[in-house]
């Protein structure tokens, strides 16, 4: 029995040595930070626009996500409890460096809706479930509305149970293209194994045990595009994050914790100017960017992007005119331009789509394609690591830009 149990522990230090040892071929960042200030053009903010707290279904306080965002170098955080009306404003405002803004999910039909902007006083949920599918069903009839009113964003649009049956909708200002649910659970249907294995390498490389289980959403990209061949439709990265406990004995651990959720993805909001530090200023400024689709989202696990930024140029009489991600160019000639804002050492390529086809692509730090052909324009880079087995070289998305719309 002694050498039974003598063998088997053997084999259990042995095997996880191994496992340690594969995990530490690869180290995070994959991609070096851009130098401080690289990006003339704009004030880069980062920050997680879909989180749930302890009043739904996270198992958190807004101080835990606060500190969480804080430490995972997010700019703000939009809590989005799902089926609750906010109510607490003091809640608002800044925490530990980070901007924090009320929204909410609610449930509507099949899928869910996130509502940002909303006031309080008008939120649909407050007059009940049977009350409120009305109310979301006729808003999402009408035209998008101004900022003042809010805006609604379908979220994790094909996750099963919850997913969306139709996207068309014209009160419906966008969709989330990465949602981390959605990614777990399609690692999950697609390959057990993997899921496993991740599990394995978890206390030794973190990064690596979620990253290599990221699986390209197609679907959510089809539809995306060929919702921008009509009209303005923004995409968005969510976190999504609960940092739901596995419970034990004496404590529980979150898996996975807030400051991994929000250190895997984030949106970066670019503006012209900075936040100044007023919360009813700065979130102005911040639901706005999100609104019109000023910003792109990343896996920033990858590496910092910020010191990217997706512009057109074009001239219009005698003016040189610049145009960024949620506005429309008029008809012409026009200079579609994607810069990194560094050297990336790892194997990467930058591509630019036209509704959704690719147009043009880059392998250095910076891409320029000259067009007059009408159509969305959106911009895609992407990194080609060499992970440690069993996975070998494989192709992430690492930054997606929203789009720009040449008439």
């Not at 749930?52 to 306080?61: A, R, W």
């Not at 930024?309 to 429309?328: C, D, L, M, P, W």
């Not at 911009?379 to 992970?387: F, K, S």
Request: proline share 6%; hydrophobic share 40%; with cysteine.
């Amino acid at each position: 029995m002694k050498r039974w149990f003598f063998s088997i522990s053997l084999l259990g230090i042995f095997f996880f040595t191994a496992v340690a040892f594969i995990s530490w071929q690869i180290r995070f960042p994959l991609v070096k930070s851009a130098p401080v200030g690289l990006n003339p053009k704009f004030y880069d903010y980062a920050g997680i626009t879909h989180v749930h707290s302890n009043l739904s279904t996270g198992s958190g306080t807004i101080e835990d996500i606060t500190r969480a965002a804080s430490k995972a170098r997010c700019n703000f955080a939009i809590v989005t409890d799902l089926n609750t009306v906010p109510k607490n404003s003091a809640d608002a405002g800044y925490r530990d460096d980070v901007l924090v803004i009320l929204a909410s999910e609610y449930s509507y039909l099949g899928g869910h809706l996130l509502t940002y902007g909303f006031p309080n006083s008008s939120s649909p949920f407050g007059l009940g479930m049977g009350q409120a599918q009305v109310i979301f069903n006729e808003l999402l009839q009408q035209n998008p509305r101004p900022l003042k009113e809010g805006f609604l964003v379908a979220a994790h649009p094909f996750l099963p149970r919850h997913s969306w049956d139709n996207l068309q909708n014209s009160g419906l200002t966008g969709i989330e293209i990465l949602n981390i649910d959605s990614i777990w659970r399609t690692a999950l249907a697609q390959n057990k194994l993997s899921i496993i294995w991740s599990f394995l390498i978890l206390p030794f490389n973190p990064d690596l045990s979620y990253l290599r289980l990221f699986v390209e959403p197609q679907r959510e990209l089809a539809a995306w595009d060929e919702n921008l061949r009509k009209r303005f439709f923004v995409g968005f990265a969510g976190a999504d994050a609960t940092a739901n406990a596995i419970p034990f004995p004496d404590k529980s651990i979150d898996f996975p914790s807030y400051t991994q959720s929000f250190r895997l993805m984030k949106n970066h909001v670019l503006l012209k100017s900075e936040l100044t530090g007023s919360y009813n200023e700065d979130r102005t400024k911040i639901l706005e960017a999100l609104y019109r689709g000023s910003f792109y989202f990343s896996l920033d696990v990858i590496g910092d992007p910020t010191g990217f930024y997706f512009i057109a140029q074009k001239n219009i009489g005698h003016n040189h005119q610049e145009f960024v991600s949620g506005q429309t160019l008029p008809q012409g000639p026009a200079e579609f331009v994607v810069e990194l804002g560094r050297e990336v050492e790892v194997p990467h390529e930058i591509v630019l789509l036209r509704n959704g086809q690719p147009v043009a692509t880059s392998n250095s730090s910076r891409l320029n394609y000259e067009t007059k052909t009408s159509g969305a324009y959106r911009a895609v880079v992407r990194v080609i690591p060499t992970l440690p087995p069993p996975d070998g070289k494989k192709w992430f998305p690492w930054i997606f830009s929203n789009a720009i719309r040449l008439e």
